[in-house]
Nanobody
Framework: VQLQASGGGLVQAGDSLRLSCVAS????????MGWFRRTPGKPRVFIAA????????RYADSVKGRFTISRDNAKNTMYLEMNSLKVEDTGGYYC???????????????WGQGTQVTVSS
């Protein structure tokens, strides 16, 4: 599967963004999916994950109450609604198929194209 994230941009603290992750090559309705943030020189950070059907979600503590993950399997697409953005949310956001592990997730497969989110103070 090929995954393409989009919707990032340069915003001010407190603003909102909606990221999309479009899958191609095959359907993702049999895959748990997640979002991660990758910043040069730092480990990748788990942001959020959602089960195959969309019935269950998981979030990093740092984004709980601010971010919402969702998916539309009919469109082969996953979303990340980002509200009340903070400077520390800055980074490259990537989507991936995941294995759910407790309250977190581990990505597998090849990273697709990410989208840059930059939050200024």
């Amino acid at each position: 599967v090929q995954l393409q994230a989009s919707g990032g941009g340069l915003v001010q603290a407190g603003d909102s963004l909606r990221l999309s992750c479009v899958a191609s090559g095959r359907t993702i309705d049999s895959s748990d999916m997640g979002w991660f943030r990758r910043t040069p020189g730092k480990p990748r950070v788990f942001i959020a994950a959602i089960t195959k059907s969309g019935g269950s979600t998981r979030y990093a503590d740092s984004v709980k109450g601010r971010f919402t993950i969702s998916r539309d399997n009919a469109k082969n697409t996953m979303y990340l609604e980002m509200n009340s953005l903070k400077v520390e949310d800055t980074g490259g956001y990537y989507c991936a198929e995941v294995l759910l592990v407790g309250d977190s997730a581990i990505e597998y497969g090849v990273w697709g194209q990410g989208t840059q989110v930059t939050v200024s103070s």
